[in-house]
């Protein structure tokens, strides 16, 4: 396993802590939907969405370094295992981020009705959320999810169509930076062409998830905050959100050679 190396470890636990921060940002609607206080929670929301993109795109420059140090053999076949190990980790990021959800809609719950009651001071919260008690209460109030956690669940809470949608949008987010780098390798002479198509991909996922998916569940949050709305439906809705993000992570091992050789042939209209 020599494509296994020091520096894949190291990017495929910042993969990793990017998606577990992804699935985690769930339980903050729920959140603000059991204290009331839902446009601060989407300030917390947004904050998270925030610093995991700003963390992919620090990510980038070390995934496409695993590039230049490849060997000139059997090149393809070593970069795809070593992507294919990235992607993986983003699987147990977001697994993870599954296991730990009811914990964080508790210490989200906390942290919303900080955030409110100190007129929305992010360095307050930061104060708060990095101090010793805080952490404490955290340890404390961590557990895993359980079979009561499901009670009453109905497959008729979960719209197919919201799980699908994001399902594939996460799988391109997945792989989106990876297949264009890929692509880059199939297409050497067009390579800076292919490298630059991932903004345009992560581009186009981002503008997918905030139009198909994010509003649907905002208004299910509204609509539980003026008693229209059950929080259990919202609460099954954002499990099915973090399992189909489960899966869309397993599909992008699928996408990723496929979504690779679109880029490179798609390069071929640019240049």
Do not use: C
Request: proline share 3%; no cysteine; charged share 15%.
């Amino acid at each position: 396993m020599e494509f296994l190396t020091e520096k894949v470890i190291y990017i495929s636990l910042f993969i990793l802590v990017i998606h577990t921060i992804e699935t985690l940002a769930y339980a903050v609607r729920l959140s603000g939907a059991r204290v009331g206080l839902i446009a601060s929670a989407l300030s917390l929301f947004n904050l998270m969405v925030i610093v995991s993109r700003m963390a992919n795109m620090m990510q980038q420059p070390f995934t496409g370094s695993l590039v230049d140090t490849a060997p000139t053999t059997n090149t393809l076949s070593f970069v795809e295992d070593q992507y294919r190990v990235i992607i993986g980790a983003s699987t147990v990021g977001t697994l993870i981020g599954m296991i730990l959800l009811p914990t964080f809609v508790a210490l989200f719950s906390r942290s919303i009705i900080h955030l409110s009651k100190q007129g929305g001071s992010i360095p307050s919260l930061f104060k708060m959320v990095f101090s010793i008690e805080f952490i404490k209460r955290g340890l404390n109030q961590m557990h895993f999810p359980s079979k009561a956690y499901l009670t009453g669940f109905s497959l008729a809470y979960i719209p197919k169509k919201l799980f699908l949608i994001n399902m594939v949008v996460t799988s391109i987010y997945t792989i989106g930076v990876l297949s264009a780098l890929y692509a880059a390798l199939l297409t050497p002479d067009r390579a800076s062409t292919a490298i630059m198509a991932s903004g345009l991909i992560n581009g186009i996922a981002t503008i997918l998830l905030v139009v198909f998916v994010d509003p649907k569940i905002s208004v299910m949050a509204d609509d539980v905050i003026n008693k229209r709305g059950d929080y259990r439906k919202l609460k099954y809705v954002s499990l099915m959100m973090v399992t189909s993000r489960f899966f869309g992570t397993l599909m992008a091992q699928l996408l990723f050679i496929p979504g690779a050789e679109y880029i490179a042939w798609f390069t071929k209209f640019i240049v």
